[in-house]
């Protein structure tokens, strides 16, 4: 028996009193209310009026008329987000709830185990509660992310809609409306029913459809139908800060409609009846990079059409979130999988979730020709060097484990991400579905690779678009069906930490190497998000473009030496700090093995701290394994 619990039964026999009342309060402790999710439709349709015209403000005034029978009921509020996989729905944000039946206000109470539920006492001879708040957006990004400005808006449902309490959110019917400031356009997966003025109404949908599909609309707004003539609509809806910014190149627009093709091609299905990208191209709004079925919310810089490099390429964001349409909507994890927006969602199978997500958003970034080959490698050579000598952290955490990290740290930053880990199911995923793909190809003599893996998990069922659970052992059961193997404990061993999750670059035939010439990529990705100084691999730190340290590798030189983030580098060798004079050092400190001299600014305290560092500038690359086949470029070659 182990000591502990011996430890606990000798307490228990000497001290029973202690124990049974422990057991008593244990007891009767108040408890959360658990809510039923019944799939019998709820009798009859929710109004929900929104208006959105209040930008000086931010503020969007909510309306909603919910048929009712007297007696208690609960209105909740979402609190458990598809795709942000956590229970962070922002109730901080609502204001000035008033309910009324009737024309009689009727006084609600919030439950004190569960903020985001409201109970109402419905009066007798009431058939709907009429329910009026603000949902209040943040005005700086201190109070989150900025969703309405002077010339676009972020409308997601979830922000603005009570629902009632005992029902599935697929059996509840709202019949939603938007009124949209004077001229402006709008794009969402929604079908429109008509349109009044700025008035557009939306035909009524359940109201886990409703959800998961949100708005974007602006002063300055461009469709472009990316769907060749083929398949399904998908229509990418972009809105900008200023017209000027929607003139895309006829290049970048042909990449651009690739990426749909690629990505047809590669499932061979679409769970869709019309796709929208909703794209803002925004140095105000808030960026973001979110999944829905139908649709996505993709924020990015103003400059994503104007800047067009094909040297440098594009973000990979439309191709990761165009792919959740697949993999994290159409198939989800069971335990992702809820009845309602108040239901606990678990995460356990995001490694496949967003892992393979993020392995397919840089290969069918390549493919479309969005990023070179260069582009791409130069891309997943950050990952390779992420996991190679930047998460110390794995020594005491699995892969595993991080996928509880929506919930734990609800997508906070943290101060040593290398040591604490941050959702690293994402790129250590993405390294190990580049292992498994390298190994399907070579168990099966390149017959078979992770695209068969796809088309056969994945795809299917063309047209079809209701929400297709899987487990672990459904997931190793189509490994095995397409490569005999013992997927299970390959993917376990890597998962729980029993093995490194690097093997698949050297068996695509490429090693990690670091250079004192920075990575193409991470130079050009600098350059368009405005700077900063990279010696995460060399000194161990990041310098933001505000000039303090933004980052420190746990166990680096410099971490060695006593930096920290948020200090100011102020002088290096007694000469004023600047990302060059930095790289001058490092070379200098090389031939001479004297100590760089870093002068620092910490709160109102100035110290030096000498780090004895000596091994020069290093930036990660690839380089190719003489006498292996190159797995890489035949992965991001595009499909015939």
Do not use: C
């Amino acid at each position: 028996m182990p000591r502990h619990t011996l430890l606990a039964l000798a307490l228990t026999l000497a001290l029973p009193s202690l124990a049974i009342s422990s057991v008593a309060v244990a007891q009767t402790s108040p408890q959360a209310p658990v809510y039923a999710a019944s799939t019998t439709p709820y009798p009859g349709t929710i109004a929900l009026e929104v208006d959105a015209t209040n930008l000086s403000q931010r503020v969007f005034s909510v309306k909603q008329r919910i048929p009712v029978s007297a007696g208690p009921v609960t209105l909740l509020f979402p609190k458990w987000l598809p795709g942000n996989h956590a229970d962070y729905g922002r109730i901080d944000k609502v204001a000035g709830l008033v309910i009324t039946a009737n024309g009689q206000k009727v006084e609600w109470t919030r439950d004190p185990l569960d903020v985001y539920a409201f109970n109402v006492d419905v009066p007798q001879g009431a058939s709907t509660l009429d329910v009026a708040f603000q949902f209040i957006t943040p005005t700086d990004r201190e109070q989150g992310r900025v969703v309405m400005t002077p010339n676009m808006l972020n409308l997601q449902w979830n922000m603005v809609a009570l629902y009632p309490a005992g029902y599935a959110a697929s059996a509840i019917t709202f019949a939603p409306s938007v009124k949209l400031p004077a001229g402006w356009q709008a794009a969402t997966a929604l079908e429109v029913q008509s349109k009044a003025g700025d008035v557009v109404t939306y035909k009524p949908i359940d109201f886990d459809t409703l959800v998961d599909s949100p708005m974007f609309a602006g002063r300055h707004f461009k469709t472009i139908d990316l769907s060749n003539g083929k398949g399904k609509p998908v229509r990418l809806n972009v809105v900008a800060d200023d017209a000027k910014y929607l003139e895309v190149k006829p290049d970048h627009l042909q990449a651009h409609r690739n990426l749909v093709e690629q990505m047809r091609k590669l499932y061979g299905a679409e769970h869709y009846d019309h796709y929208d990208f909703l794209f803002a191209l925004s140095g105000q709004m808030s960026g973001i990079g979110l999944e829905h079925h139908r649709s996505s919310e993709n924020g990015v810089g103003v400059k994503y059409f104007t800047s067009w490099d094909p040297k440098k390429g594009s973000s990979d964001l439309l191709a990761h979130e165009y792919n959740h349409s697949w993999d994290g909507k159409y198939r989800r994890g069971a335990d992702l999988t809820t009845p309602t927006f108040n239901t606990p969602m678990q995460g356990s199978l995001l490694w496949v979730y967003e892992g393979q997500t993020q392995y397919w958003g840089n290969v069918i970034t390549a493919r479309s020709g969005l990023r070179t080959f260069e582009t791409s490698k130069d891309a997943l050579a950050l990952v390779a060097a992420a996991y190679s000598e930047n998460r110390a952290g794995l020594s005491w955490r699995a892969l595993q484990d991080t996928t509880n990290d929506p919930i734990i740290a609800k997508r906070t930053s943290k101060a040593y991400r290398s040591w604490q880990l941050s959702e690293d199911y994402y790129s250590g995923g993405q390294l190990i579905w580049l292992e498994v793909d390298a190994r399907l190809r070579e168990k099966s003599n390149n017959k078979v690779s992770l695209d068969d893996f796809a088309k056969k998990f994945f795809g299917g069922n063309d047209g079809d678009f209701k929400v297709n659970p899987y487990t672990f052992d459904d997931v190793v059961a189509t490994l095995n069906g397409l490569v005999a193997d013992d997927w299970h404990t390959f993917l376990r061993d890597r998962l729980d930490g029993k093995k490194a999750i690097t093997g698949g670059i050297e068996a695509a035939g490429w090693r990690l190497v670091f250079k004192d010439k920075p990575n193409g990529y991470a130079k050009a990705a600098a350059s368009e998000y405005g700077g900063g100084d990279d010696f995460l691999y060399s000194l161990g730190i990041t310098v933001g473009r505000d000039g303090s340290i933004s980052d420190v590798r746990w166990d680096s030189p410099a971490f060695k030496a006593g930096v920290g983030p948020e200090m100011t580098p102020v002088a290096v060798n007694g000469r004023q700090y600047s990302g060059e004079v930095m790289e001058d050092a490092i070379t200098a400190a090389k031939a001479s093995k004297q100590p760089i001299e870093l002068l620092v600014k910490e709160f109102d305290t100035y110290r030096t701290i000498k780090l004895p560092y000596y091994d020069g500038l290093r930036y990660p690359h690839l380089e190719r394994i003489e006498g292996r086949p190159d797995l890489l470029f035949s992965i991001y070659a595009p499909k015939k």
